[in-house]
């Protein structure tokens, strides 16, 4: 059984940085697509970045230009390097990722506030 591990949230102030880890850890085949979810309060989880297998980068409009997202096969891990933070940022992030056969597999959260 893959279980997701997430790491690197807290408390920072606005235009503050934080990086989010993630790393898989079990019997692991092979890991696809890697993504970051969040969700603020009661809403749904919206995606903000994935990267593809091949290491393409996709980014949801709000984190453009201040998030990076990048992975690493070999520690079978994700990362979110969060850069000018803002207090709108403020949610539980969430690592998400896509194993062969249609498994799909989510981390348990970790919280991320902005705040002065």
């Known amino acids: 059984q893959v279980q997701l591990v997430e790491s690197g949230g807290g408390w920072v102030q606005p235009g503050g940085s934080l990086r989010l880890s993630c790393a898989a850890s079990?019997?692991?085949?092979?890991?696809?697509?890697m993504r970051w979810y969040r969700r603020h309060s009661e809403n749904e989880r919206e995606l903000v970045a994935l990267?593809?297998?091949?290491?393409?980068?996709v980014y949801e409009s709000s984190a453009e230009g201040r998030f990076t997202i990048s992975r690493d096969d070999a520690k079978n891990s994700v990362y979110l390097q969060m850069n000018s933070l803002k207090p709108e940022d403020t949610a539980v992030y969430y690592c998400?990722?896509?194993?062969?056969?249609?498994?799909?597999?989510w981390g348990q959260g970790t919280q991320v506030t902005v705040s002065s």
């Open positions: 079990g019997s692991i085949p092979r890991v696809l697509d």
């Open positions: 998400n990722v896509d194993l062969p056969g249609g498994v799909e597999v």
């Open positions: 990267i593809t297998t091949a290491g393409n980068p």
